[in-house]
């Protein structure tokens, strides 16, 4: 049986929620990665130090006994961010990165930034305090079509957000474009990318493939053919600004199988083999432990993981479905054998 051996890996990007769809998902996450960049899309969201400290210590609670697991906080930025807490979310060892979400562009970013230029001076607080600001990089108008919100988002805002604010360390959330891929590339190395297992796995054919797939549906949409090449030549290149960032993102069943389904694909129960399956198609898997495991610790200046994880090449099946009690989370791939499994 052919394995391969990496060190203990990390997840620069997920959403774990509260409460019992927390208890429900944690554990999936924390049998595979040693840490994880906690997302502050919550109701209300988390936007103060306090808030992300009382927030991780909810996520703890949740880690099983026996498996070790730490959660990496975030702040959502809105126009009501001081700098004060900037500056306060820099001292502590608690709060890792700043989220900025365009108001409107996702899953609970209603709080988020409606005027980018307006928050400009907590952006130069972030530079000042070097706390890496994390972007869902989208623009929001309706008018701008959904496949080219990215592009766009890049044009409009980002290329002038770097200029400015050229010490500022910048992660632009689960690439999906090519431009994305080579705006990262052709940037200062403060600037780097996550990639998710989703848009690594499929093209947008996948959303309507025989009939409408709501788990396949995140956003950033699932982008062209030529788009997704791109994004598995950057995450097999042994780039260090493109590392492993799942995007894992839960909701209930019934919340995406439905006339208006939620945006997120929860990939957390095969998250480490989904990314096995892509870069062993690109015939990369050499490459995959330092997209997995040393990139992203490097850029955010954390020591890289001691112990070690072990995949094999030995199909299994994805859960249909997992949760109890009236939680029911169906995962990306439910149902689908994968080739490759966490030992
Ligand atoms: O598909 C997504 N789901 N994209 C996001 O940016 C947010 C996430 C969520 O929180 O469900
Ligand atoms: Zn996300």
């Given at each position: 049986m052919q394995t391969i051996t990496l060190t203990r890996p990390d997840d620069w990007h997920l959403h774990v929620r509260t409460g019992a769809v927390l208890k429900t998902v944690l554990p999936y996450t924390a049998r595979q990665f040693a840490r994880a960049i906690i997302m502050p899309n919550l109701k209300p969201p988390v936007t103060t130090v306090a808030q992300a400290c009382q927030y991780r210590e909810e996520i703890r609670q949740a880690v099983p006994e026996g498996m070790d697991f730490a959660p990496l906080m975030t702040l959502y930025l809105t126009a009501a961010t001081t700098e004060a807490e900037l500056k306060l979310a820099a001292e502590t060892d608690v709060v890792h990165a700043v989220k900025l979400y365009p108001a409107g562009a996702t899953t609970n970013s209603d709080a988020g930034v409606g005027n980018i230029q307006q928050i400009y001076p907590l952006l130069a607080a972030l530079e000042r305090h070097d706390l890496p600001l994390l972007i869902?990089?989208?623009?929001?108008?309706?008018?701008?079509?959904i496949f080219d919100r990215e592009r766009v988002f890049i044009d409009r805002y980002l290329t002038a957000i770097v200029a400015e604010f050229p010490a500022l360390r910048i992660v632009l959330e689960h690439v999906t474009t090519s431009e994305a891929v080579q705006f990262v590339e052709s940037a200062s190395a403060n600037v780097a990318a996550t990639l998710t297992p989703q848009h690594l796995l499929f093209n947008r054919n996948a959303l309507l493939a025989g009939g409408i797939r709501p788990h396949h549906y995140c956003l950033p949409i699932l982008k062209r053919e030529q788009h997704r090449a791109a994004l598995v030549a950057a995450a097999t290149s042994g780039n260090p600004k493109f590392f492993l960032g799942t995007d894992s993102a839960p909701h209930l069943t019934p919340l995406k199988e439905t006339a208006c389904g939620c945006a997120g694909c929860f990939s957390a129960p095969a998250a480490l083999e989904l990314y096995a399956e892509a870069f062993a198609r690109a015939d990369a898997l050499d490459k995959l432990e330092g997209f997995a495991s040393f990139y992203g610790a490097d850029f955010y200046r954390l020591p890289r993981n001691t112990g070690t994880v072990t995949l094999a090449q030995s199909p299994w099946t994805v859960a249909p479905v997992v949760g109890e009690d009236g939680v029911a989370i169906t995962p990306l791939q439910a149902g689908e054998l994968l080739n490759w499994k966490l030992l």
């Open positions: 869902h990089g989208e623009v929001t108008d309706a008018d701008c079509d």
